[in-house]
């Protein structure tokens, strides 16, 4: 496939590739410098368990930035993303492998603009679909 895929060649049931994350504590860190997201529970394990929680657990804004890594790598530099969103339905914590994949689930054309949605998974190393999202691309034409 070329570095961007073109909307002709894009059908119902294409898979997105997948990608693996293993967030770490430290990363947690950064990511709570970066943006902002201060919230005990990412970085002071005593405080996320006092709350009844396992341990640390990830921002959910840094999961919504691995779906959203999923179909941006895959729409390369020429697609537009449109619309990203994710619902939470779980927890996840540092140190455990989170699988993040997509699949393409409507093709088509509005207002001119050639289009793709997507649904988005982030599973947790025991099933769990922790987070699932979905997401509008805007995508080339061979014709330009």
Known sequence: MPDTPFWEDIE???ELPTIVKRPSTRQLVKY?????????VHYDKDFAVEIGLP????HGALKNAYLGQVVTGWMGPD???RKLSVRYRGTDVPGDDLTCSGRVTKVYEQDGAHLVDCALTLQNSQGEQTTTGTATV???TKGG
């Open 12 to 14: 119902v049931g294409h």
């Open 32 to 40: 709570a410098g970066a943006s902002g997201d201060f919230y005990e």
């Open 55 to 58: 341990g640390l657990i990830v």
């Open 79 to 81: 697609g537009v993303l």
């Open 138 to 140: 805007q995508l080339p």
